[in-house]
């Protein structure tokens, strides 16, 4: 069978001149649609893995890069507890030195040093040497050795209840040939029991407030010692003591009882004037030996042998810290005198 003639078909380009391409160009859709179908599964994969690992080479990359920028020795900016800080709340660095003593400035006051042993007896040994001095120069024998005591019951009151000796034995003292023993005996006795710690407020030749005081903080059943020596140091830092009623009030009781046994005659004035200065220096002892840290206590115990003490021994009790002394040790300041058939003897 013959063929028949061939037919030709002749495409011209058509141009538009419009502003949508719609119609001569496929839509985004059909397009990604024909790429999806020309990419297989596996292709798809090995493009996955490729961009993540280039990903990852390009950060280590940039890290590199600023951390070989950043100076030597830098620390990071982020706080160690985690907290942001930006540029513009960063605290400064402020460098730390090690704490210097700075011998120049001023330090904070002490505590003076506790009075010496040797400062103390030379206290009292002045202060006994007074009272020797003042029952020779005015009580000695002579124009006022036959007179008597007219007034026992000043006599009475000065010795208080705990005299180491009866007011009767000290009239006949004062009364009889050794009245100068008498007189030492007395005015030592007045001084130095009124400068003791555990004397009446009452009657005491120290601070009244101060003593009261130390009487309320001792009647703890157990009070602690080193407080206690603490505290008196302190206090006699700080108190300036003034001079006591007790103080006038215990002269002119002396001076009362002793004026009328006085041998010297018109000398009153200077008599009197001795005998305010004796009990005055022995205020002072009692007040330095009160604020020190150590304890002390007046030892009147009188000799077996016969012996009358007439200025007590001090002895320290307490340590610096206000411990006991197992051992304790007198300073040597006592003054004891031996009364025998009417002759003195100093012992």
């Not at 280590?60 to 951390?67: E, G, P, R």
Request: with cysteine; glycine share 8%; charged share 20%.
């Amino acid at each position: 069978m013959a063929s028949g003639p061939s037919t030709f078909q002749v495409f011209y380009p058509i141009t538009f001149t419009g502003t949508d391409n719609s119609a001569a160009s496929p839509t985004s859709t059909e397009t990604s649609q024909r790429r999806e179908a020309d990419i297989s599964p596996g292709a798809a994969v090995g493009i996955g893995v490729g961009s993540a690992a280039a990903g990852v080479l390009l950060a280590l990359f940039i890290a590199y890069f600023f951390m070989r920028r950043r100076p030597p020795g830098s620390k990071s900016s982020t706080p160690s507890d985690g907290s942001l800080s930006g540029s513009n709340n960063k605290l400064p660095q402020v460098p730390l030195k090690a704490l210097v003593h700075n011998r120049d400035a001023p330090s904070l006051p002490t505590l003076p040093p506790p009075i010496q042993n040797d400062e103390l007896v030379r206290m009292f040994t002045t202060l006994s040497t007074m009272i020797q001095n003042h029952a020779y120069s005015f009580f000695s024998q002579g124009s006022g050795q036959a007179k008597t005591v007219s007034n026992p019951e000043a006599v009475k009151v000065v010795l208080g209840d705990d005299s180491p000796i009866i007011t009767q034995e000290v009239i006949e003292l004062l009364n009889g040939p050794q009245r100068v023993i008498g007189v030492r005996f007395l005015l030592g006795w007045a001084i130095m029991s009124n400068i003791d710690p555990h004397a009446s407020p009452d009657k005491t030749l120290l601070p009244r407030e101060l003593i009261a005081l130390l009487h309320t903080l001792t009647q703890n059943a157990n009070p602690d010692a080193h407080l206690l020596s603490k505290w008196r140091h302190l206090t006699g830092t700080l108190l300036t003591p003034t001079q006591t009623p007790n103080l006038t009030r215990l002269t002119s009781l002396l001076d009362a009882i002793l004026a009328p046994l006085s041998s010297s005659g018109d000398n009153v004035l200077n008599r009197k004037s001795n005998l305010e200065q004796i009990v005055k220096l022995g205020a002072q002892n009692g007040y330095m030996l009160l604020t020190q840290p150590t304890a002390w206590r007046f030892d009147w115990t009188r000799r077996e042998d016969g012996g009358l003490v007439v200025f007590p021994e001090l002895v320290q009790t307490g340590d610096e810290r206000g411990g006991k002394i197992e051992i304790e040790r007198g300073c040597g300041v006592g003054r004891v005198v031996r009364v025998e058939r009417g002759v003195r003897e100093e012992v």
